[in-house]
């Protein structure tokens, strides 16, 4: 999964292509409209034989202000590797009081970042 969200934000189209099972993987992949993501939560994981899932948050930023998409994947190991299948994903604002952390991932407070 982190490899994953490295190659979204190093803009990596063919190494998320790769990473993506063939049942599901798009024909092409482009990431022009990717957003500026800055961190990358890991909510949960859980592993049952060759199927893996992850609940993850990645916070981006926008020209207005932070945004998250959430989602909850599902994996598959197939010869020792881990393929991407699908997931349900949600999107929003977000909204940081001036005392919790950055989104930007500074580990600083958000109103001694970037507020």
């Known amino acids: 999964m982190r490899s994953r969200y490295a190659a979204f934000v190093l803009n990596l189209p063919d190494y998320l ?5 063939q049942s599901t993987r798009p024909e092409t992949l482009t990431l022009d409209d990717s957003p500026d993501w800055t961190s990358l939560r890991v909510l949960d994981s859980s592993q049952t034989g060759n199927k893996g899932a992850v609940h993850f948050q990645a916070i981006y930023r926008l020209p207005s ?4 998409l959430e989602e909850n994947s599902d994996f598959v190991r197939e ?4 393929y991407y299948l699908r997931g349900n994903t949600s999107e929003g604002q977000l909204k940081p009081g001036r005392n919790e952390p ?3 991932g500074s580990g600083r407070k958000y109103k001694a970042c970037c507020l």
């Open 65 to 68: 202000g932070w945004g998250f």
């Open 79 to 82: 010869d020792g590797r881990w």
């Open 17 to 21: 292509r790769a990473t993506w099972h």
């Open 102 to 104: 950055c989104p930007c």
